[in-house]
């Protein structure tokens, strides 16, 4: 048990599909994170919130969409996508943004698109 | 570009024996924290250890310790004493505040398998 909760664990979405992927963590941490990891390549760093607000968009496509409605809750807004898409998507918390602060991950959503 | 390199895709290793998994980093940035996660077949990361760019002596954790050699930027991850749920993927990850805000990056990772 980390702390941090993904739900679904496994997606399967045709491209025409709308899901999301939820996100909980109750460690009042205040920072989430959205990571993408597919098959050998890097964790690519998707978004973060920090106290609610957005801080970062690495260059994600609009068909991803995050929603952080409370400091517990990360969602991310599925629509459209693309069979590339198909990655293990991981959520993140850490106590803050600092430079020493470990991030707690879920054991992530495996999303196919077919 | 990648700041972060791992440059073993697979390690072996015998049961009871220690491995060295290797991290090198590329930043300009005085100030940076130095992470290693462990990714089991499961999926989830799972913290193992943190090293600062500051800190004099090199991090331990357990059977894991980290050998931080600033000049030459590399983390070095050593597990002791190898166990059979030591098999995993293995990921450096760091955290720059000036360059990328403080948030976590992370390398390509290592798969270590451990051989009974």
């Known amino acids: 048990e980390t702390g941090v909760t993904q739900t679904p664990r496994h997606l399967v979405m045709g491209m025409t599909n709308k899901k999301s992927l939820k996100c909980e963590q109750h460690l009042g941490h205040n920072a989430m994170y959205w990571y993408k990891q597919s098959a050998k390549k890097p964790l690519e760093l998707m978004f973060v919130y920090n106290f609610k607000e957005q801080t970062e968009n690495n260059s994600v496509p609009s068909r991803f969409s995050p929603e952080c409605p409370n400091s517990s809750h990360l969602f991310l807004h599925l629509h459209t996508l693309q069979p590339e898409d198909s990655a293990l998507y991981l959520c993140?918390?850490?106590?803050?943004?600092?430079?020493?602060?470990?991030?707690?991950f879920g054991q992530g959503t495996r999303l196919t698109v077919v | 570009a990648q700041k972060i390199t791992q440059t073993q895709p697979g390690m072996f290793v015998q049961e009871k024996e220690a491995v060295t998994l290797d991290c090198t980093y590329d930043?300009?940035?005085?100030?940076?924290?130095l992470f290693w996660y462990k990714q089991p077949s499961s999926g989830e990361m799972i913290f193992l250890i943190y090293q600062g760019s500051y800190d004099q002596q090199n991090a331990t954790e357990g059977r894991y310790s980290l050998n931080f050699q600033k000049a030459r930027k590399s983390a070095n991850l050593v597990i002791s004493a190898s166990q059979l749920g030591d098999s995993a993927m293995y990921f450096c990850?760091?955290?720059?505040?000036?360059?990328?805000?403080?948030?976590?990056?992370f390398g390509a990772g290592t798969r270590l398998t451990v051989k009974p």
């Open positions: 993140a918390s850490s106590q803050d943004r600092a430079g020493n602060t470990e991030a707690f």
């Open positions: 990850a760091m955290r720059e505040p000036l360059y990328n805000n403080n948030d976590m990056r």
């Open positions: 930043t300009s940035d005085p100030s940076y924290g």
